[in-house]
């Protein structure tokens, strides 16, 4: 059977609406996939092969109804997500006449005439609360940037939130009860309304107590007013005639999160834990998230204009439950896009990461192939496992029926189930055998994007390799890390430094040039920082801990910004002032000065070593690269070779590893920090093993708790006990202190990152342990096993095996 289904099968909701947009119809009769799968799927969905062609697709279908609509009414979204949406917009409008983009347009079947979007009216989506319009991070900034300035747009025909005036207006003067003035009901800055940012919602529906909260319930009241009249600006303008958005990891859409109702409009509203912690990066922290609220435009907004076309962009495994729901469950405010449904015009566009979960594509992928192998049928069959609550050697033919999936594999492998149960647990336990084994005389390079990415991924692993002798381990960090630092965390350790400065420690390792000595001896003196944070964690005295990292921020400041170190400390306690003048008046989120940057940095790579030295590893095994395509802007730049693998190449050179690990992510929202880095690995890679043609090299594919593998995506499956669980956490919680309290969090727990990892691993011994059987585990002969309560999944590969998983992660990311 095709992928494809002949038009007559589908609904007449399918064939009226493809005949609508052109632009849609390239696009389905281009893709692998239908656009509907009705009844199952209840909106049209769209497959596209990657990141960049998401962004293309989404910039054409705007341009088509903008050709048709050129006065009318359009929502566009910020962040990330609309990058090459933006880039083609521009592109096509900047490079209309040229045979290029003359021949994309025949393509895509928009009409002869050059779009212009000047007649068009922009409509905000939403905007955090409150927040200056002259913040870098603010929405309203980024529509000013990216859309009014970017497209051409008419500022005067914008519906914008500028939330740092909304509910600011002076009332009529009143008087008190002694007759004078209440000059306290007016206010002229959003900071003396809300101290720091705090909106408390519950003024709504209480008496307020104060001077304070009745100012602040008088605004509150006028903000809710701003927002009747907003939508009602809306409605009056006929509704919005196109909008393009995200979806949240709770399926959100706008700021309308899991739970709304699908009639809702323009409001001021919280955040739930799950959408807090993804803006926790727009906002420099969670702490700055929740203390703010939102202004949003309702999901009855969005749906008022029957006509709209609503285009919701999704790319990257990490979308694919948020998608499936929102494309195949009925309506319920469980499902925030399923509110979409009542629109003929609206159109999931997504990527083929993002559609792994959509049950009819599945199978009709399945069935398209013309045998499945080994893999195939360990992903199904274990699938249907975990979902019936059976062990492998448990599943009956009944089972199998009551699966699509499982009935259109079990019968292209022309085996009996048992056979294929019997394949599939022996594979299991062969790769829990695998991950149980210990390695002796090897170099190990592992490799991270950021500071916690091995510890998260596979520290279970490096652990059991760490305690034989004769193996050498080596951790290199690709970037930097500054931007997951918060400027409340330098504040307290300037504390410490300030104190650490006055102290008589100070006076003597100043006289001894602890500060100042260079080559082997400046060497020691960092690994002696390392090790005085690490007694005081040993001896539980917080005192020597904080002496050890003001040593090393100590050491920093006067690397970067050039202070010397003298007994008197005057210079170095004047930049601890001017430090701190700089945290306290930089709102969350701001984008730092390099040298800001760089110290930010070097905590977290102290940090880093104080991990490692927790098993015995210290400097120079431990390599700090700050690869130069992480910056703090929104779009950074790609890798290259000079710049980012040069430096992983000169390491291999130095090390001569066995083992290189790599995080090897699956297709994400884009080229982010993982992927890069994995690109930059890789090209040092390959270059290493064309030089040297190594016997030996192999690479261990590992990944955090941002993305899981699957077990049949996998070679190695690693054992994980209590005892492991326990020493992780506690070396995160002790080492990583900026991460501490989790500033920058998982959306899917509230707590560190440790806590995610335990889940993680915790989960992945339930699938197995399933699939297994609770006996094979705690009745096993080995203790290893028998104590097993976690499992860490890692895929091992060849230098070719990895050249080509990146290249086809590269095709599926970067090549529109």
């Avoid at 100012?215 to 509704?239: F, H, M, N, P, T």
């Avoid at 102290?503 to 082997?520: D, H, I, V």
């Avoid at 390099?594 to 098993?615: D, H, M, N, P």
């Avoid at 594919?701 to 054992?719: A, D, Q």
Wanted: aromatic content about 8%; hydrophobic content about 40%; proline content about 4%.
């Amino acid at each position: 059977m095709a992928l494809k289904r002949k038009l007559e099968e589908t609904d007449a909701k399918f064939s009226e609406d493809v005949a609508t947009s052109e632009v849609e119809r390239h696009l389905a009769a281009s893709s692998a996939f239908d656009k509907l799968y009705a009844p199952r799927e209840k909106i049209n969905t769209i497959v596209v092969d990657n990141f960049p062609a998401l962004g293309k697709a989404a910039a054409f279908r705007f341009l088509e109804w903008a050709q048709a609509n050129p006065q009318g009414v359009c929502s566009l979204p910020t962040g990330k997500t609309p990058e090459y949406f933006i880039k083609w917009v521009q592109r096509v409008l900047r490079e209309w006449s040229t045979p290029a983009i003359q021949e994309e347009v025949r393509r895509f079947g928009l009409q002869p005439t050059k779009p212009n979007l000047e007649g068009l009216t922009f409509v905000q989506i939403d905007e955090f609360y409150p927040i200056s319009p002259e913040q870098h991070n603010s929405f309203h900034h980024y529509v000013m940037e990216y859309y009014i300035k970017g497209f051409g747009l008419d500022p005067n025909k914008a519906l914008l939130m500028d939330c740092s005036k909304i509910g600011l207006g002076r009332q009529e003067q009143r008087f008190g009860i002694t007759g004078e003035p209440e000059d306290h009901l007016n206010a002229d800055k959003m900071e003396d309304v809300w101290p720091g940012g705090q909106v408390d919602l519950t003024l709504r529906m209480r008496e307020p107590t104060t001077r304070l909260e009745r100012l602040q319930q008088r605004v509150l009241r006028q903000v809710d007013q701003w927002c009747s009249e907003y939508e009602a600006k809306i409605r009056a303008l006929g509704g919005i005639g196109f909008i393009m958005g995200g979806i949240g990891p709770d399926g959100h859409v706008a700021f309308n999160c899991q739970g709304c109702d699908h009639h809702s409009t323009t409001r001021l509203d919280q955040l739930n834990y799950a959408s807090q912690a993804a803006a926790a990066g727009d906002l420099g922290g969670i702490d700055a998230v929740r203390r703010r609220k939102v202004i949003t435009i309702g999901l009855g907004t969005i749906t008022y204009n029957s006509e709209c076309v609503a285009i919701i962009c999704a790319a990257g495994e990490a979308k694919a439950k948020v998608v499936r729901e929102a494309v195949e469950e009925a309506p319920h405010v469980n499902f925030p896009a399923t509110a979409l449904h009542k629109l003929p015009r609206a159109c999931f566009f997504v990527t083929a990461g993002a559609a792994k979960l959509l049950s009819e594509r599945q199978l009709i992928a399945l069935q398209k192939l013309g045998s499945v192998d080994a893999q195939v049928v360990e992903r199904v069959l274990v699938d249907l496992s975990v979902r019936s609550r059976k062990k492998l050697v448990d599943l009956t033919s009944e089972d199998v029926a009551a699966c699509k999936l499982a009935s259109c594999v079990v019968g292209k492998a022309g085996k009996p189930l048992a056979d294929l149960a019997a394949m599939v647990r022996d594979s299991l336990i062969a790769k829990i055998e695998k991950g149980s084994h210990v390695h002796v005389d090897k170099k190990f390079l592992h490799t991270e994007p950021h500071h916690d990415d091995i510890m998260l991924g596979y520290l279970p692993a490096v652990l059991r390799n760490t305690r034989v002798a004769s193996n050498e381990h080596h951790f290199v960090c690709g970037t930097s890390g500054f931007n997951s630092v918060s400027n409340k965390h330098m504040l307290m350790l300037l504390d410490r430094v300030e104190k650490f400065l006055k102290s008589p420690t100070w006076r003597r390792l100043c006289s001894a040039g602890y500060f100042s000595a260079t080559g082997e001896a400046a060497l020691d003196f960092r690994r002696r920082d390392v090790w005085k944070f690490l007694d005081g964690i040993a001896a539980a005295d917080h005192e020597l801990r904080d002496e050890g990292s003001a040593r090393r921020l100590v050491f920093n400041i006067c690397d970067i910004y050039g202070d010397s170190a003298d007994v008197e400390a005057s210079a170095l306690l004047d930049r601890v002032q001017q430090l701190r003048a700089y945290f306290n008046r930089q709102y969350s989120g701001q984008k730092d000065v390099t040298e800001v940057q760089t110290l930010k940095g070097s905590c977290r790579e102290f940090e880093a070593e104080c991990v490692w030295g927790y098993i015995g590893w210290q400097l120079p095994n431990i390599s700090h690269l700050r690869l130069g395509f992480y910056t703090a802007d929104i779009f950074a730049p790609e890798p290259t070779h000079q710049r980012d693998v040069m430096p992983i190449l000169k390491l291999m050179r130095d090390i001569k590893p066995n083992v290189v690990s790599v995080a090897l992510d699956p297709e994400a929202s884009g080229p982010d920090t993982h992927y890069k880095v994995l690109q930059a690995a890789t090209a040092a890679i390959e270059q290493y093993a064309d030089e040297e043609k190594p016997e030996d090299l192999t690479v261990w594919g590992y990944r955090n708790v941002w993305f899981r593998f699957e077990p049949h995506e996998v070679s190695t499956i690693v054992p994980v006990s209590l005892q492991t669980i326990s020493t992780l956490n506690h070396m995160f919680l002790s080492a990583f202190e900026s991460q501490r309290d989790a500033e920058f969090p998982a959306y899917e727990i509230q707590g560190p990152f440790c806590d995610m990892s335990q889940r993680v691993q915790v989960q992945q011994y339930d699938m197995i342990e399933t699939c297994l059987g609770y006996e094979w585990f705690h009745k096993h002969p080995s203790p290893l096993i028998r104590a097993t309560r976690g499992l860490v999944f890692l895929r091992e590969m060849s230098v070719v095996e990895l050249l080509r998983e990146s290249r086809a992660l590269r095709k599926q990311t970067e090549n529109a």
